[in-house]
């Protein structure tokens, strides 16, 4: 693979996970939208604590969708401010890692896709298993899964 090739494939990758996140997004506005219309439904009854509860159900799904939107929207952030035009050295934020049968991208905690076949781990710039990765260049190993890996490539 050439140099324009490996950065039009962490381009692809970055765009996947864009998307990704967009679409975790858009999920988390919408349950947040549903809760408080189920929570703004709740009818008064005459068994008495049943309206407040219900009520307080709603509230408490809204502000857990409303954890789950900012999470979202802080790894949005990080994504956008990570480089995908440059080639690195060595595994830091940005970098594709090239391993026998695995890609890691130090981008975003995604966690396993695979994306034309392949399978890709992305990584937050903040997981143990980045910072494990980081700076090790190909040819350096690392326990993954309890096995002995060989990194082939990071650009």
């Known amino acids: 693979m050439n140099d324009v090739e490996k950065i039009a494939l962490k381009n692809t990758l970055k765009q996947y996970a864009l998307a990704l996140i967009e679409?975790?997004?858009?999920?988390?506005r919408e349950?947040?939208?549903?809760?408080?219309?189920?929570?703004n439904q709740e009818e008064k009854s005459s068994a008495g604590d049943k309206y407040e509860t219900g009520r307080a159900m709603g509230h408490l799904q809204k502000d857990m969708y409303a954890?789950?939107?900012?999470?979202n929207r802080k790894e949005l952030a990080i994504l956008h401010a990570v480089k995908t035009d440059i080639l690195y050295p060595s595994a830091v934020a940005g970098a594709l890692i090239e391993c026998p049968k695995i890609l890691f991208f130090i981008a975003a905690g995604l966690g396993r896709h695979i994306t034309d076949g392949q399978t890709v781990i992305f990584l937050s710039p903040n997981a143990a298993l980045a910072r494990q990765l980081q700076h090790k260049k190909a040819g350096d190993r690392f326990p993954f899964n309890g096995l002995d890996t060989t990194i082939l490539d990071v650009y």
């Open 23 to 28: 679409q975790r997004i858009a999920t988390a």
């Open 31 to 39: 349950a947040i939208d549903q809760a408080q219309q189920a929570a």
């Open 67 to 71: 954890r789950q939107l900012s999470e």
